[in-house]
């Protein structure tokens, strides 16, 4: 089946700019992931959903990202008012479950963030 | 608080090479510990966890809590085993969240 996919590829924005990255997960996972990667670094961990509420959003920056996941399925990464810092590859990942058994976090392709 | 290293950023061996990429944590429970590998534009994808000590493409990694290493081993490298490999470290306390290292590129010569 599909996997994880992530819309849009690649996203230009000035700074000071509201953008909204989504994510779809593999059908039937319950839990959703988001992580960021700079250049050189490796993905660090922002939010995790379980279901539809987020389960633990210790990762997130600052109040000016937030994500939603409104019905258990399709995420929406939002950030509001980019800098420049900002600008990285943000990655969503997906597992059945979260905790225990079977949990392997399935990795979409990435959106490339560019704030200018 | 926990921490994946990985003190390589390059390693470039030749091919029928044995090959090792480091990788240190810290965390102060029962780890459990991945390596993850994304070839030239394809995706972040699972190569092999700690709990199943499985070989993958021929790969192997134990887990030495004493040296709190997770190493990664090929003992004959392949070009196609060419790509960034990550260290990755489930934070049992916190759901599933992965803690990565920074990446360790590994470039196989003909």
């Known amino acids: 089946g599909a996997g994880v996919s992530q819309t849009p590829s690649n996203k230009v924005t000035e700074k000071g700019k509201y953008v909204e990255l989504r994510c779809d997960p593999i059908s039937g996972h319950t839990a959703l992931y988001w992580y960021r990667q700079s250049l050189g670094q490796g993905p660090e961990f922002l939010i995790y959903?379980?279901?539809?509420?987020?389960?633990?959003d210790s990762g997130l920056p600052n109040d000016r990202f937030f994500a939603v996941r409104p019905e258990g399925s399709v995420s929406t990464l939002k950030i509001q008012r980019t800098e420049r810092g900002d600008s990285a590859v943000y990655l969503c990942?997906?597992?059945?479950?979260?905790?225990?058994?079977?949990?392997?976090?399935?990795f979409g392709p990435g959106t490339r963030l560019t704030v200018l | 608080a926990q921490r994946v290293t990985q003190p390589e950023k390059l390693l470039s061996v030749f091919k029928g090479a044995p090959v090792e990429l480091k990788c240190n944590y810290s965390y102060s429970g029962s780890p459990e510990l991945f390596w993850y590998v994304q070839y030239s534009r394809q995706r972040l994808q699972l190569l092999l966890r700690?709990?199943s000590r499985e070989s993958i493409k021929g790969f192997t990694a134990d887990l030495n809590k004493g040296e709190t290493s997770f190493h990664l081993k090929k003992p004959f490298a392949q070009e196609e085993d060419s790509a960034m490999y990550y260290c990755?470290?489930?934070?049992?306390?916190?759901?599933?969240?992965?803690?990565f290292g920074a990446g360790t590129i590994l470039r196989v010569k003909s």
């Open positions: 700690h709990i």
């Open positions: 990942a997906s597992s059945l479950i979260a905790s225990g058994g079977v949990n392997e976090q399935f």
């Open positions: 990755a470290l489930r934070d049992l306390e916190y759901g599933n969240k992965l803690v």
């Open positions: 959903f379980q279901g539809t509420g987020a389960a633990d």
